[in-house]
């Protein structure tokens, strides 16, 4: 196994693109070192890209969004008293993942790239229409979070080309989003189920929203139908009806030793309903 | 009431001193199995079956042993031959032969410099499988067409017209069955099913073995029982017991999964083969998991009558119970035993059959048995309970075995604490506590007969009057602070001057492990004696110094005395002063004890639960927990709690979430506790204690065994209580969401 310690993510690149055997990108190592030493993966190419220039930083971007860095752990999201303010349902998502000693390590982007449709802090960023930076090769490009992951395990990312930051657009005003998941535990598990809705609320109404369901399918999926339930309502009872359906009607889960694909089809409605609740409630203000 | 036949005024027994070994755990001193080191050591890993039943056809190491730094690898064929009985059972478990069993089956080990390249070397080992025909439900088991897995190994016992797998029968019962069921008001019958749950302790199975080409043997490993490991490891290498000293470690938990051997002799084999360098060997998790012992899996059978006052008039069952494919550890006549134990029935039928299946070797679990009995018994006694408006707690004491009643499964009971347990339980807040909407609350008691077994313990007089006390059962739940506490209040001196040590093999005679809740009343009994008979030395030594009988002298406060005005005036003479002249008169002073103790007293305990089902998601929340036993004597009230709390954590794991998921492939499913989910701290509220103490006559200090009757009743207390709050019952574990959620459903379909 080679290690290397690249100073910038086009020198990540250039090693990625000319390694020939197996190659794995480390930043938190939650994933990773955890596969490493359970011997599912022995990498020819480890990569640690916790050297590069700001990796570890979180910036206001020009037009008031947030600009992530890769090697920002889920503990440091959680004290960034501004970026929870924005996006409750986001950092509640990675905050999830894993126990306390985790949560020093772990980072959004490993959490998107290890592939799981059970990922805890995916649905909350493609509810709220995050993007990542994409830089390879032939240089960076801005991609839509819910593009990247492609099947269990699986993204979207050709050799050579590695997820540079994280990129949450600005909350602007009325704004709320949430993320919920259902583990027959309270902690120390993978979601059976997930659902993240984020919307805006204008006049007592929904003005937008964007719905993303975990678990239920190969990846993450972002569900237009359910946000349409919601939007141009009060989010009353035959709204929330109509979500859950929405939810219900879009779910493909499969049963597994974690749960049952019907306990998994009747849950991710019950947790969008919820979620919308909670993320109606913050919009206007009634909740944190 | 007991208290009042309680001797009181004792010095020590019954207070909380400071644990001894608190101070090594949280520093990290305390010398755990994987902790242990030698020179010149070798790290042992082993191959695994990944087929739940397959032939083996060849393997192949040599790749393996060209690798630099491998120095053995081992095979069934390095095993001695013409084993028979338990002997070939463990040899086979240990190491498969022809055949492979179950998935994780050992098949190979390999012994390495290094831990890694043991690692890489077992995965050149090239092994050649035929995969059989498979099965791991107990039902599926004993169906027609299952796949025979030891043809021809059933016992006599077995009734004609059965299938092979099934290898032993048990009945027995009282009463006119007919009478008791034509004289009930209503009579119901189900079937319930509990699955294969693991013990869960935290420290995996880790040991560092020696033996040389002489056959002499060294082991320091893990364990609930030394001498255990002895015997079993050298009748499964074919050596003289004698030959192997087996030292314990530390031990982070057993709860009986760590009575036997599973990977222990092959480090002593591996360090044979490679010149007689040690080797250690540690399990992962998921080699804990796929290759020690899991409780049984069952499907029980349960029909009881019951008159409208709640006279239970007549109770029958049969349990179907698989303990993997090895005969002998389902524990059939443990869980018929305990079934009906907290009743006295006129009429009572048991019958159980023990099943194989493609499993890993059952091992004990806490109360081997009596959870899943009590799952099925207690749970229809609350169905009938609930169908004619009856409180389970009056029912129960109006049904409870008492003292002279006759057991349900024989002899009869002498002082017994359950009707003082179940009042108790009546009489606390919890069974008051007001319930809201999707809340209910459940009610279960439970029973374990407890267990004396082989004993022996020593203890000697230091030049300062300071005690050690040596000791054969390992420290898994504070005996060493209960035997110190004994040892300490007869001996009239502080608990701090007394030392318990928990010895090796060559160090006393043969003791049973620490299993059967045993430790603190069979080492607790042999330590009190062996103090006694050094207190009778003592006062000889007391006799001959004033020149006076041994019978004028009498031992108090730590001390020799005259035992009256006529015995004459001597100031006392203290341990400490007759430790430092021990030498000039008389050598050393010590005292020992060995025996199998009689006088085992049961614990019978109550338990009330109440929960809060989510009705969206089937989730199920404990709000509050309550225990309530019979302790007998609690020596340290603290590690008697404990005792009734982890219980009752691992009854409610057991209850809602954790279950041994097989694939189709016969592949355990979630060989981690990431899938196998037990109780996180935060899915619990604190568990409240209620320690009652009918002391048991059978004791010095009136103890009974603590520490597995706790998890017999969460099981049926869980589902009782989930059933008040959904109007849904749940007759197969666990009671995850999912099946929850659907019960629910079915309820409101039905």
Not at chain 1, 126 to 141: E, F, H, L
Not at chain 1, 194 to 204: Q, S
Not at chain 2, 262 to 278: H, I, T, V, W
Not at chain 2, 416 to 426: K, M, P
Request: proline share 6%; aromatic share 6%; net charge neutral.
């Amino acid at each position: 196994m080679r290690y290397h310690t690249p100073k910038s993510f086009d020198e990540a690149a250039a090693i990625a693109a000319k390694a020939d055997g197996k190659t794995r990108f480390l930043a938190g190592g939650t994933d990773v070192l955890v596969q490493l030493r359970a011997g599912m993966v022995t990498p020819d190419d480890l990569i640690d890209i916790k050297h590069i220039a700001g990796v570890s930083d979180i910036a206001r971007t020009a037009d008031g969004g947030w600009r992530i860095g890769v090697a920002v752990s889920g503990a440091e999201l959680g004290r960034h008293a501004a970026l929870c303010a924005d996006w409750p349902g986001v950092i509640e998502g990675m905050n999830l993942v894993g126990s306390t000693q985790v949560q020093g390590r772990a980072t959004l982007v490993g959490n998107l790239c290890n592939g799981s449709p059970a990922a805890d802090s995916v649905p909350g960023l493609i509810a709220a229409g995050a993007t990542v930076t994409v830089t390879g090769p032939k240089g960076s490009r801005e991609v839509a979070v819910e593009a990247i992951p492609t099947g269990p395990g699986k993204t979207v990312l050709a050799a050579g080309e590695v997820i540079s930051a994280v990129t949450l657009p600005a909350r602007g005003t009325g704004g709320g989003d949430a993320y919920l998941r259902f583990i027959p535990r309270t902690e120390m598990d993978i979601a059976v189920v997930g659902a993240a809705v984020n919307l805006r609320v204008v006049g007592g109404r929904i003005t937008e929203a964007r719905v993303a369901l975990g678990a239920v399918a190969p990846t993450v999926i972002l569900v237009p139908e359910a946000a349409a339930a919601i939007i141009g309502t009060d989010l009353n009872d035959a709204a929330l009806a109509a979500l859950t359906a929405a939810a219900e009607a879009a779910a493909k889960p499969i049963s597994d030793k974690r749960g049952t694909a019907a306990f998994r089809k009747e849950v991710v409605g019950v947790l969008a309903r919820r979620a919308a609740l909670i993320a109606f409630a913050r919009a206007k203000g009634e909740a944190k | 009431m007991a208290k009042d036949e309680l001797k009181t005024g004792y010095r020590l027994i019954g207070t909380r001193p400071d644990r001894p070994d608190g101070l090594d755990k949280v520093t990290g001193r305390a010398r755990y199995g994987a902790d242990i080191t030698a020179p010149g050591m070798l790290h042992a890993a082993v191959v695994r079956s990944p087929h739940a039943h397959a032939r083996i056809i060849k393997i192949d190491a040599s790749k393996a042993l060209a690798l630099p730094g491998v120095k053995a690898v081992i095979t069934r064929a390095d095993f001695p031959t013409g084993l028979t009985g338990e002997d070939w059972n463990l040899q086979e478990n240990t190491m498969a032969g022809d055949v492979a069993l179950y998935d994780g089956h050992a098949v190979a080990a390999v012994a390495a410099t290094t831990k890694l390249l043991a690692q890489d070397a077992a995965l050149l080992i090239e092994v050649e499988y035929e995969i059989l025909p498979h099965v791991t439900d107990v039902d599926a088991a004993m169906a027609p067409g299952a796949p025979a897995i030891r043809p021809g190994s059933a016992d006599p016992s077995v009734p004609e017209g059965m299938h092979p797998n099934v290898i032993r029968y048990i009945d027995f019962g009282h009463g006119d069955l007919a009478a008791g069921f034509a004289a009930a008001d209503l009579v119901r019958e189900a079937t319930y099913k509990t699955e294969a749950t693991h013990q869960g302790y935290i420290e995996p199975h880790a040991c560092l073995g020696q033996m040389g080409a002489d056959g002499r043997g060294e082991m320091w490993v893990c364990t609930q029982g030394q001498w255990y490991i002895r015997r079993m490891s050298a009748a499964v290498l074919g050596i003289e017991a004698a030959n192997l000293r087996v030292t314990p470690s530390e031990i982070g938990g057993g709860f009986g999964g760590k009575t036997t051997i599973f990977m222990e002799p092959l480090s002593l084999a591996l360090s044979k083969k490679a010149g007689g360098r040690p080797v250690k060997l540690v399990m992962s998790r998921s080699e804990v998991f796929r290759a020690t012992g899991p409780t049984a899996s069952t499907s029980m059978d349960v029909k009881i009558g019951m008159k409208k006052d709640g006279t239970i008039t007549a109770g029958q069952v049969y349990f179907r119970m698989q303990g993997g494919a090895f005969p002998g550890m389902s524990p059939i006549s443990e869980a018929l035993q305990c079934a009906f134990a907290c009743y006295d029935v006129p009429a009572l039928k048991h019958e159980a059959v023990e099943v194989l299946a493609n499993r890993p070797k059952a091992a004990a679990y806490r109360a081997p048995g009596s959870p899943m009995a009590a799952f099925a018994v207690e749970s229809m006694v609350d169905e009938l309970c609930r169908e004619l408006g009856l409180d389970p707690i009056a029912t129960r004491l109006k049904n409870a075995a008492r003292n002279g009643s006759k057991s349900s499964f024989g002899p009869s009971y002498n002082q017994i604490g359950l009707v003082e347990s179940l009042e108790a339980a009546r009489a606390h807040p919890n069974y008051a506590a007001p319930l809201g909407p999707n809340q209910g609350r459940g009610v279960a008691s439970g029973f374990w007969m407890n267990h004396g077994g082989e004993t022996s313990v020593s203890l000697a007089i230091g030049e300062d009057g300071t005690v050690g006390v040596m000791v054969g059962t390992p420290d898994v739940g504070g005996s060493r602070a209960s035997l110190a506490l004994m040892t300490a209040e007869t001996l009239g001196i502080p608990y701090e001057n007394v030392r318990v040590n928990i010895v090796e093999t060559g160090a006393l005679g043969v003791n049973e492990p620490t299993h059967g809740s045993r430790a603190t009343f069979a080492s607790g009994k042999a330590a009190v004696e062996a103090a006694r008979q050094a207190i009778g030395e003592m006062c000889r030594r007391a006799a001959a110094e004033w020149g006076i009988d041994a019978d004028a002298v009498e031992w108090k406060d730590g001390a020799a005395h005259p035992a009256g005005p006529n015995a004459g005036k001597f100031p006392p003479l203290t341990i400490a002063e007759i430790g430092a002249s021990m030498g000039s008169t008389g050598g050393p002073i010590s005292g020992h004890h060995e025996s199998v103790p009689g006088g085992v007293g049961a614990s019978f305990g109550a338990h009330v639960v109440d929960v809060e089902v989510d009705p969206e998601t089937g989730r199920t929340t404990v709000l509050r927990y309550l225990v309530v036993q019979d302790a007998g004597r609690a020596i340290h009230p603290a590690y008697v709690e404990g005792q009734y709390q982890g219980g009752a954590v691992q009854g409610i794991g057991w209850a809602l979430n954790e279950e041994y998921v097989y694939g189709t492939d016969g592949r355990l499913q979630n060989s981690i506790f990431l899938d196998y989910r037990v109780p996180v701290a935060s899915d619990l509220p604190m568990i409240d204690t209620v320690i009652v103490e009918v002391p048991n006559p059978g004791h010095p200090y009136g103890v009974r065994g603590v520490g597995e009757t706790g998890i017999t009743p969460p099981l049926p207390a869980m589902a009782s209580a989930i059933a008040a709050a959904t109007g849904a019952r749940l007759r197969s574990l666990p009671m995850s969401p999912p099946k929850v959620l659907a019960a629910i459903r079915a309820k409101g379909r039905g």
